[in-house]
């Protein structure tokens, strides 16, 4: 019998350990053609579910800081999407170690040397509702602070202003940091394997909409070039070379993960109105 606590995410990666199906489930899973992440993102972190004592695999996310109205508290921001089938009193564990052990011969069992207790999880109310919009914002309650400097939120409308300023065009450069599965392409049909840790790979911006970031990873258009695939909804996506979080990696994309991916902006109304219930926002 399928355990109901396990997320659509987990179920999919389960399957896909095995071989990546034509019709994937349109979620933003993993970091493609990246390297080792090692202190470079220490604010980048993942969620896993606990059941029965083990800890498996949930999404990847970022540290927000502290909570608002809540002293001594933190929040990790990662993807409604990943959190939407969950009952509410699923027991749910954040890591923000640089290594860490996936093993997908156990569903995904995450093994890390350090941990950090959730207290509770929300999302926002209206996520998934519109396809065009999705609002796929979500947050983990954190039962401390972690002793990490949390992300840059960016101020309202920030990436419209960087646009219509150029400073937001085709080929801007967008980091995307997270711990999925890793696909290859290469001699042989696409296949994942597990990730060792934090990874990051740089994307290039491609579009603009009221709600997403359009990001090009295609690791064969240019040199260098990487971006998300399966295992890495929720990861944050920075301007390049800063903390500034911009988006965090939502749906869409190409089913074999070689090419297009799609963040839900932070910068929009939507985001703004959810996330500052919970953190102290530009």
């Keep these: 019998m399928e355990n109901n606590r396990r997320t659509p995410l ?3 990666a389960t399957l896909l350990a095995a071989v990546i199906a034509l019709a994937l489930p349109q979620a933003a899973l ?4 990246g390297v080792p992440d ?8 993942l969620f896993t579910v606990e059941e029965g004592g083990e800890r498996f695999y949930g999404c990847s996310g970022s540290y927000a800081g502290e909570r608002r109205g809540a ?12 959190l939407a089938d969950l009952p509410e ?9 640089a290594d860490v052990t996936v093993d997908p011969e156990n569903d995904f069992e995450v093994t890390a040397a350090s941990w950090y207790r959730a207290t509770g999880f929300d999302v926002h109310p209206d996520a998934g509702a519109s396809r065009a919009n999705p609002r796929d914002y979500g947050v983990i309650l954190l039962e401390t602070t972690v002793p990490v400097d949390p992300v840059a939120f960016p101020r309202a409308g920030l990436l419209d202003d960087l646009a219509a300023r150029g400073g937001l065009r085709p080929g801007s450069l967008i980091d995307v940091v997270g711990y999925g599965a890793i696909p290859t392409f290469k001699g042989a049909p696409p296949n994942l394997g597990p990730a060792s840790g934090r990874m990051v790979a740089t994307s290039r911006f491609s579009a603009l909409t009221h709600a997403y970031v359009g990001l090009l990873g ?10 998300a695939c399966f295992g890495d909804s929720g990861a944050p996506n920075f301007l390049h070379g800063t903390n500034r979080i911009v988006s965090i990696m939502s749906g ?7 090419a297009k991916a799609f963040g839900a902006r932070l910068d929009i109304p939507e985001a703004r109105s959810f996330l500052g219930q919970y953190v102290s926002l530009p």
């Design 252 to 258: 869409g994309g190409d089913a074999i993960c070689r």
């Design 30 to 33: 993993a970091i493609t053609n």
């Design 71 to 82: 002293p001594g508290t933190g929040v990790f921001l990662t993807a409604a999407h990943c």
């Design 10 to 12: 987990l179920r999919a």
């Design 218 to 227: 295609n690791p064969d258009a240019q040199e260098g070039l990487g971006g």
């Design 38 to 45: 090692k202190n470079g993102h220490p604010n980048a972190g």
């Design 89 to 97: 009193d699923t027991q749910l564990w954040v890591t923000f170690e």
